[in-house]
């Protein structure tokens, strides 16, 4: 995201996650689950999201185990928009961070199926929108299903994505 700080275009970024693929909501987890594991694994803090790690009985390591604890919590709070924030208040650790996200975005609940599937079928290209784009919105939709469990065939998509063309493609 290019930001005029000073007169001066600068490339706004946080611990190498580019700040426009910030977590928006189950629209953009999957893609931003993995740029994040990305940026954690490269800043030695993986393992702060797969399980909990307890703080260390040397006091030698407490110091080094609560800056890592710090940075990680801290670059999850910046990789997600202000409405997801307040999910992750009162978490006390990246991991606690981590599954309250993966609950709420990636539930495998019927009512969560039903509603990504009625957002496939939804699918319309709008006024102004470019092929590319529109395309993008059944591959991420695809995906959302893909994490909770539903397949597409590909047969379907194309069908979807045919149906939500304007009448001025119909020739095609």
């Known amino acids: ?8 275009e600068v490339e706004m970024s946080f611990n190498e996650l580019r700040l426009e ?5 189950s629209s953009n987890y999957i893609a931003w689950k993995d740029r994040m ?7 030695g803090l993986k393992e702060f999201i797969d399980a909990e790690v307890p703080k260390p009985i040397d006091a030698a390591q407490v110091e080094a185990w609560q800056k890592k604890t710090t940075k990680c919590r801290r670059i999850l709070l910046e990789g997600v928009k202000d409405h997801i924030v307040s999910n ?3 978490k006390a650790s990246p991991y606690l961070m981590w599954k309250e ?3 709420l975005l990636q539930s495998k609940s019927d009512q969560r ?13 709008e006024k102004g929108d470019s092929m590319p784009k529109y395309l ?9 299903l893909g994490s909770v469990g539903v397949t597409v065939d590909d047969e379907d998509l194309v069908s979807l994505a045919l149906l939500g063309l304007p ?6």
């Open 21 to 25: 693929y910030s977590l928006e909501g």
């Open 136 to 144: 993008t919105k059944f591959t991420q939709c695809r995906d959302e």
């Open 167 to 172: 009448k001025s493609w119909h020739s095609y």
């Open 101 to 103: 996200l993966t609950y």
């Open 1 to 8: 995201m290019q930001q005029c700080f000073l007169g001066v």
């Open 88 to 90: 992750l208040h009162g």
């Open 37 to 43: 594991e990305a940026v954690l694994d490269g800043n």
């Open 113 to 125: 199926k039903l509603a990504l599937k009625d957002k496939l079928r939804n699918i319309k290209c």
